[in-house]
């Protein structure tokens, strides 16, 4: 019977969950009225996993493979998926997402007052910073008040929208004093809402809720985050080096909370060689690895369990200020002419055609934006109207030409094929000529922040969070979508959340410079022999994982 238990837990560890979550109002009597009846079901369940994994687990130190290298440690400005990795699992906030769902994590208690607008937290007083230094209410309120400066300019900080003054503070219209965060003692913390957002308790599981210690920042000099000595960690694990190959995580030995590591350690590679990654997942040097998508079916095959999230967009995005392409028809006659049946033909498998702006996988408060009603109309693709728009208006530009232009793209894997299937798509139906220009990921995203291009093929991924994949979106389009993406912050239900997502893509399938082409795929390869839960959008919580039994 225990054998059948342990493998049945392992089983169900790996397996990809839809995260539904009750709301706020429910949640918390929850929390409070059947914790006496928890603690039992979760002593035996730490005694059904621990039976599962071999004392292997102790002595084993976890390694993962990444792309991108961190740019910085901090966690409220973590973005790619290395600095995600190292904050979710060297920090740890009032909560914590475990299988999708919010539970207390810093925070020992929660209540919720009778109008919903503000939330009594008593913190862990075991919990202690990596130098021994107590986590403390007045940590909370410096992380909340950094997060949402004007100054750091977070990419995070609207997901805190909903706290009182947020929006206000980050705007730099109030002071940070007027921010509803509060420490009524060492150990209590207060959080006034705006208005009642029964997914909060998701909220504080963002990074950009996580705590900051006042004395050690100042101390750093304006180096927060940027070496590993200047990091000091309240979660399971803690960073004792960082360089640009890898990052090395091992126990917090200070660390007193409800998630203890199981492990001796994480080790974090870089290498943005994705066929290199992947060779080096298959001889045994790291546990785990993001891999190229067009690797996912060889990595069934070799035994590998593969998470495959369709979260990212690949899109035509046309530049507003250039030089012939910035002109609204013309716009719309490259839109027009693209038809999904010629460019995506021979389309790789890590590739699908985009029915829509939303990646299928892409999803709020746990729940994928798809399963909502309202979908966006697509534009039709019309080469008839697309070349009269396009000859009406080269008739009005200077010499009656279509300046010379080429589309700018990443040099990463099946974009210069997508790339040339859409080139030959205008050619075809328009009669344009267009160039070719391939260029390294950093040099891509460099020229899109500074507008120096005339039409672009951009990867959107909306593991960055969907406001944050709007926010890209818009940019690249020109459309201004900041009103959607702020209610989408501040909602306080998928529903809501996903109406207005819904009208941001409506927008944007609309928008004459913005043209879905492809919807790819995240793959992260996991070896067999372990196992983990995870964060989120497949991230490993490495805190949590185990060696199998041989």
Not at 33 to 42: D, H, S
Not at 127 to 139: G, H, L, M, Q
Not at 173 to 179: K, P, Y
Request: net charge negative; hydrophobic share 40%.
């Amino acid at each position: 019977m225990l054998l059948f238990v342990c493998l049945r837990v392992s089983v169900i560890s790996n397996h990809p969950r839809n995260a539904d979550t009750t709301t706020v109002s429910s949640q918390l009597p929850i929390v409070n009225c059947v914790k006496n009846l928890c603690l039992p079901l979760m002593i035996i369940a730490f005694l059904l996993l621990s039976a599962c994994r071999t004392d292997k687990t102790a002595q084993h130190i976890f390694t993962y493979c990444l792309e991108l290298t961190p740019q910085n440690l901090d966690p409220q400005l973590a973005q790619n998926a290395a600095e995600m990795c190292a904050a979710l699992n060297a920090f740890e906030g009032l909560t914590r997402l475990l299988n999708g769902k919010p539970e207390l994590a810093a925070a020992q208690s929660c209540d919720i007052s009778s109008d919903g607008l503000v939330y009594s937290f008593t913190l862990n007083s075991k919990n202690r910073w990596s130098n021994e230094e107590p986590v403390t209410a007045a940590d909370f309120v410096f992380g909340f008040r950094r997060a949402l400066s004007p100054e750091l300019d977070s990419p995070l900080a609207m997901a805190l929208f909903s706290v009182k003054n947020a929006q206000e503070v980050h705007s730099g219209l109030l002071h940070a004093d007027s921010l509803g965060v509060t420490a009524t003692g060492v150990y209590a913390l207060e959080i006034t809402l705006a208005a009642p957002n029964r997914e909060f308790l998701r909220t504080l599981a963002s990074p950009a809720a996580f705590p900051c210690n006042k004395k050690f920042f100042e101390e750093t000099k304006g180096h927060y985050g940027l070496e590993a000595k200047y990091i000091i960690s309240n979660g399971p694990f803690s960073v004792t080096f960082w360089d640009g190959e890898k990052l090395r995580l091992r126990p917090n030995k200070h660390y007193e909370g409800k998630n203890p590591p199981q492990s001796a350690g994480l080790t974090v590679f870089f290498d943005a060689d994705g066929d290199k990654r992947f060779a080096d997942l298959k001889n045994e040097p790291y546990d785990a690895a993001v891999i190229p998508a067009s690797f996912a079916e060889s990595a069934h095959k070799e035994g590998f369990n593969v998470r495959e999230l369709w979260n990212s967009l690949i899109a035509v995005c046309v530049n507003r200020g250039a030089a012939g392409t910035g002109n609204p028809e013309i716009a719309l006659a490259l839109k027009l002419a693209l038809e999904p049946e010629f460019y995506a033909e021979n389309m790789p498998s890590f590739f699908k055609p985009a029915d829509g702006v939303i990646p299928p996988d892409a999803a709020v408060f746990g729940q994928k934006i798809r399963t909502f009603s309202g979908g966006a109309t697509a534009l039709s693709p019309n080469p008839d109207a697309a070349r009269t728009k396009f000859n009406k208006a080269i008739s009005t530009l200077p010499g009656k030409t279509f300046p010379q232009t080429a589309i700018l793209f990443p040099e990463e894997e099946g974009m210069r094929e997508l790339t040339v299937r859409i080139a030959h798509s205008w050619q075809k139906n328009l009669s344009a000529y267009i160039n070719l220009e391939g260029v390294p990921a950093e040099e891509f995203r460099r020229r899109l922040d500074s507008g120096e291009y005339a039409v672009a093929l951009c990867p959107l991924l909306s593991g960055d969070g969907v406001s944050g994949f709007l926010t890209a979106a818009g940019k690249a389009s020109g459309e201004n979508l900041e009103s959607l993406i702020t209610q989408t912050s501040k909602a306080d239900s998928a529903e809501f959340a996903a109406a207005k997502i819904r009208e941001a893509e409506q927008i944007l399938t609309d928008s004459a410079f913005f043209a879905p082409v492809a919807f790819t795929f995240k793959c992260v390869a996991v070896s067999n022999r372990i196992t983990f839960g995870e964060i989120e959008n497949g991230s490993p919580d490495f805190w949590r994982a185990s060696v199998l039994k041989n």
